[in-house]
């Protein structure tokens, strides 16, 4: 079973940044497309940026210009970095990994989940 673990949610207020990680042991961590997810009250989960392995990125509309999203294959590391905050960018954020054809913001894509970190943006 492959571990992934986020960190680096927490409480900001509006127009505010936080900087999400993911990592995992995983020693192929390089052949994965790798995506963040969130579920947001009243909302499924949905996907908010992708990246490929070739580093193409992928974003939600609703994201776009505000979040980025890089990997550093040599620290299986995974990261969001999330700018101007929004109220309804409350929510448990979510790191995501698959195989497919990439990059993804579809959730039937991603077998391999971590359990999520909580963002929690106020005014």
């Known amino acids: 079973q492959v571990e992934l673990v986020e960190s680096g949610g927490g409480s900001v207020q509006a127009g505010g940044s936080l900087r999400l990680s993911c990592t995992s042991p995983?020693?192929?961590?390089?052949?994965?497309?790798w995506a963040w997810f969130r579920r947001t009250p009243g909302k499924d989960r949905e996907g908010v940026a992708a990246?490929?392995?070739?580093?193409?990125?992928t974003y939600a509309d609703s994201v776009k210009g505000r979040f980025n999203i890089t990997r550093d294959n040599s620290k299986n590391t995974l990261v969001l970095l999330m700018n101007n905050l929004k109220l309804e960018d409350t929510g448990m954020y979510y790191c995501a990994a698959e195989l497919g054809a990439g990059p993804s913001l579809s959730t039937d894509d991603f077998g391999w989940w971590g359990q999520g970190t909580q963002v929690t943006v106020s005014s």
């Open positions: 990246i490929g392995r070739d580093g193409r990125t």
């Open positions: 995983m020693y192929n961590f390089e052949s994965y497309h």
